[in-house]
């Protein structure tokens, strides 16, 4: 592998530091050996040609995806990045807890400054309970379209997986692809205030495949033995939708989500949020042929145009047998509007909840925070916000009415150096006025929002539970896919409708809760979570579509310190990027429509 380098003696201070760390955090029951790896990851652009046009794209060390990171169970990761690109960029390790590390999460403004081009930034990436696979990506602007890749997270040595030893294994990463300059076209669009661009093809590790112009040529071969079973990891790494996921003839087996075993599931079909990974277990029992595999876009937004491209691959069997009629399809692939194949699926996730992998559900929640997430207007005149038209508002999107503004200097800076004025604390835990969510009419005044940089303040060890509730407001009931950094939550509830705090919580899992951390939020409906607040530090969530971030669906958790040093954040490394000669971007947050705002979701 490209700019792979293992170093097995030179750091055991920092080995022995780590572990104490997470051996006080509670992740590990035991001593355990850990190893350390160092990645160079340069960023840098390459020209490639998909959909018949010549592009130039940033890169990873000139790859995409970008190299896999391949860890065991507690290891530590030093990444130098070297940015060779034309643009401030940062990086972030998705699932990757980081205990008592926010300096090394990575999204924007939130723990740190862009590096710059021809600066560099070694990140920290410290491996605690997670097992399974994960994945890493740009977190700035909208970069994270081509800079992305998987990471291997293997069991301890010595330890095996919760399910009989796979024959082979393969890295599957699903993304979407932009015709043009995506980086150009998002910063005019924010100055101009046009639409955003929508992907023009769905990738399977890089490549469009055979249902795209010009890209048969190049498309994702996987060849595979007779008689055998194999690990597929998958990583939807699309930057603003959902995908389904099936392989002709044969049956999916997931056994993991998110960095975190699960009860096995059979099924002829997976669905992915962005954000999410799976572990699937593949058995290679068909006559031996060729079979495509294929992903379709999962759509919610009601009156949007499903977008109809379908990102293909092929599995090959090795051997001698007649390749003469093309791969077949997997036809039972749900329809892009197929809510109900989506919903099934995630609600057979459940956690494995045995002695090996147990469970600890928080039971008695401490803080209980209730949050719309949903699509609003910014008054396009601060004077005179003309409701009734909604023309000249602007288009956003809120948590609990709140439209999220990046900072200048990042908050886990100004939170660490205890310098005001660049956040507030006062998120609210609940919306300011409580109306019917999920109906179709609405009282205009509910879809107008605040902007702010609000965040929440939890103390150390708090029990949380959140419900986010989505609502119908403009027209823009989805589904969401919230992310929260620096955890894994238990998702230990969800249902159509408005939240019912009677007949609800009586329906929720506390024995065995899919871990996760990132989930849906259905359509018109709820979602409950869970979590124990015991990883100090600046905590970014969000909606995982990149449209909705952009638009405000994001905020912070402060989680305060413990009472000792490793249950505190730890001082900053001794460089970070500069925070220097950013302009107030609280305006270019603003997106202004002159109509409707479906043509906009
Ligand atoms: Cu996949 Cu905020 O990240
Ligand atoms: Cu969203």
């Known amino acids: 592998m490209e700019g792979f380098f293992q170093l097995q003696n030179a750091s055991h201070v920092l080995i022995v530091a780590s572990c104490v760390l997470l051996l006080v955090l509670g992740q590990f029951p035991s001593w355990v050996s850990a190893d350390v790896h160092y990645y160079d990851f340069l960023l840098k652009e390459i020209n490639v040609t998909k959909l018949c046009l010549n592009e130039t794209i940033l890169t990873v060390n000139g790859l995409f995806p970008g190299p896999v990171i391949r860890v065991r ?28 590390n926010s300096w090394s999460d990575g999204p924007v403004f939130v723990t740190q400054c862009p590096i710059q081009p021809g600066a560099n930034f070694t990140y920290e990436v410290i491996f605690s309970d997670e097992e399974g696979t994960l994945w890493w990506h740009a977190h700035s602007d909208w970069t994270r379209a081509t800079i992305h890749g998987a990471i291997v997270i293997l069991p301890k040595e010595g330890t095996t997986y919760p399910f009989s030893h796979p024959d082979g294994e393969d890295v599957i990463v699903l993304g979407s692809w932009y015709t043009g300059d995506l980086h150009k076209e998002i910063n005019e669009d924010m100055e101009t205030h046009a639409d955003i661009p929508h992907s023009s093809g769905y990738l399977i590790n890089g490549e469009l495949g055979d249902f795209s112009n010009c890209s048969r040529g190049t498309t994702y071969r996987w060849s595979v033995d007779y008689g055998k079973t194999y690990l597929l990891r998958i990583v939807n790494a699309v930057v603003d939708d959902e995908l389904f996921f099936a392989i002709a003839g044969h049956n999916l087996t997931v056994v993991g ?23 699937v277990l593949l058995t290679t029992n068909k006559p031996p042929g060729h079979y495509y595999m294929a992903s379709r876009q999962f759509l919610t937004e009601k009156e949007a145009t499903p977008d109809g491209y379908t990102g293909s691959a092929i599995i090959e069997y090795t051997g001698d047998y007649n390749f003469s009629s093309s791969p077949i399809f997997p036809h039972y692939l749900p329809q892009s509007r197929d809510m109900t194949a989506a919903v099934t699926f995630m609600g057979l996730m459940k956690s494995l909840a045995n002695e090996d992998y147990p469970v600890s559900v928080p039971m008695n929640i401490t803080t209980k925070m209730f949050i719309t997430v949903s699509m609003s207007e910014l008054c396009g005149d601060r ?7 909604g023309r000249g508002n602007i288009l956003a999107s809120s948590m609990n009415n709140i439209s999220w503004v990046n900072p200048i200097v990042d908050i886990l800076q100004a939170y660490y150096r205890n310098v005001s004025g660049y956040y507030t604390t006062d998120f609210p835990d609940w919306p300011l006025v409580m109306y019917n969510f999920t109906k179709d009419t609405f009282d205009p005044h509910l879809a107008i929002s605040d902007q702010g940089t609000k965040v929440k303040v939890l103390n150390y060890n708090e029990s949380v539970e959140i419900i ?15 992310h929260l950094h620096g955890y894994a939550f238990y998702v230990v509830g969800m249902g159509q409708g408005n939240f019912n705090n ?6 929720y899992n506390l024995v065995d809760p899919p871990k996760v951390n990132t989930f849906i939020v259905p359509r018109n409906g709820w ?27 994001d905020t912070v958790f402060i989680v305060k310190n413990g009472d000792t040093e490793e249950t505190s954040l730890r001082p900053p490394p001794p460089y970070m990027p500069p925070c220097t000669g950013y302009p107030n971007n609280i305006l270019t947050k603003k997106w202004s429509y002159a109509g409707d705002v479906l043509d906009y979701l």
């Not at 989500?257 to 572990?279: F, H, Q």
């Not at 409950?528 to 905590?539: D, L, T, Y």
């Open 502 to 507: 009677e007949t609800d919580p009586v329906t």
């Open 383 to 389: 004077t005179d916000c003309n409701i009734t038209a």
């Open 468 to 482: 986010f509730q989505g609502t119908a407001l403009l027209d823009g009931a989805a589904v969401h896919p919230m």
């Open 527 to 553: 979602l409950a979570i869970r979590f124990i607040a015991n990883n100090p530090g600046v905590w970014l969530w969000h909606c995982h579509f990149e449209r909705h971030l952009t638009w405000g669906m």
């Open 257 to 279: 989500l998110d960095g975190s075993y699960i009860k096995p599931v059979e099924m002829s079909y997976i669905m992915l949020s962005p954000g999410n990974t799976a572990d």
């Open 73 to 100: 169970k507690g290891d530590t990761v030093y990444v130098n990045v070297t940015n060779q690109g034309n643009y401030g960029v940062t990086l972030h390790w998705h699932g990757v807890k980081q205990p008592g």
